[in-house]
């Protein structure tokens, strides 16, 4: 087993051929406050691609906004992102270096929020440890791209459910952040996070992500899917 196919098996784990998800967002601060939002989540595969679209509920400044997102299988052809700012009335088109910015005050970049092409990395098995009681493979991944935010990764993958359940992100000045998975379990046979923490050492700030609602193949509609759909600002 090769740090390439442990990234493999986490890569092509089933997880359905659409979702529909609510989550609750909470970014805490160094003083331990709290802003809570809850946002409504949409995914669908295309063969090997999938696009999502992400809606803002909750709280009032934030609520309509939306992430659009095209990932495309090919680490060659670029993901399109899009978000829409319900103030502005207008779409913004997420490209270049605004992809290393953080996702409405959260902790994760636009470029974190979508699935990463196997082959945008190189993959190193460090060998075997225990994260939370579970036993897991311990992955060092390294961006192909000299413009990635992140110099390397260190990764632990669950044996069992091929999951993400510690990551370690790292720039040329040391340790950015620490990703925890929190509550991982099976609903309709699929493995799933339901609850994480990314814990951004740098920003002394951290983002936990809880899931209270989801559903697998529910047959979303394509439309939600297009940019003309999140422009007329209804979801």
Known sequence: MSG???MILEDERPDGDDRHMVMTMRLVNRRDRERVRTVESLSKDYG????SVMIFRK????RGT???????????????KWLYMPAMKKVR?????SRNEYFMGTDYTYDDMGDRNVDEDTHKLLGHEQVD?????????????????????????????HLIVKGEYYDKDGLVKVYRALDVRQQDGIWMTFRSEMDNVSREHKTIMEISSMEFNTGVEDKVFRVATIQRGRL
Do not use: Q
Not at 48 to 51: A, E, F, I, Q, V
Not at 66 to 80: A, G, I, V
């Open 4 to 6: 390439r196919d442990v």
């Open 48 to 51: 090997k691609d999938r696009k």
């Open 59 to 62: 709280p009032a400044d934030v």
């Open 66 to 80: 939306m992430f659009l997102s095209w990932e495309y299988d090919k680490p060659e052809k670029e993901d399109d």
């Open 93 to 97: 088109r997420i490209s270049g270096a």
């Open 133 to 161: 009681g579970k036993d897991c493979w311990k992955v060092e991944s390294i961006p192909i791209n000299p413009e990635d935010m992140y110099t390397r990764k260190v990764l632990w993958v669950d044996k069992k459910s």
